[in-house]
């Protein structure tokens, strides 16, 4: 089994930036893929970025790129979400997921093993 934990979120205003964190703890070893989703009120599940964890490559949603950047700390077991020039529309629970396996849909929700319980980021406008 793998946990995530999130953190980082908060309340900002449009053009401020925002780090988020997801350590992972357990079975790390078997992590492949780690990501980040977002669901905001009344909405679907939506990708937002992706990382391989072995090898770094990485995979955005078309509304982010240029804006949040993905990263990796393997010796902290931990993935970063850095968001830069946030958005209203940004706004949602943000959420972490783990991967066992590589799966080409990288950014469908069914691809992942583990979900980290959220954090809620507000951007005000």
């Known amino acids: 089994q793998v946990q995530l934990a999130e953190s980082g979120g908060g309340l900002v205003q449009a053009g401020d930036s925002l780090r988020l964190a997801c350590a992972a703890s357990g079975r790390t070893f078997s992590i492949d893929t780690m990501g980040w989703f977002r669901q905001a009120p009344g909405k679907g599940r939506e990708f937002v970025a992706a990382?391989?964890?072995?090898?770094?490559?990485?995979y955005y949603t078309d509304s982010v790129k240029g804006r949040f950047t993905i990263s990796r700390d393997i010796a902290k077991n931990t993935v970063y979400l850095q968001m830069n020039s946030l958005k209203p529309e940004d706004t949602a629970v943000y959420y972490c997921a783990a991967a066992r396996f590589y799966r080409a849909n990288v950014m469908g929700a069914n691809s992942y093993d583990y979900w980290g319980q959220g954090t809620q980021v507000t951007v005000s406008s």
């Open positions: 990382m391989r964890w072995a090898g770094g490559s990485t």
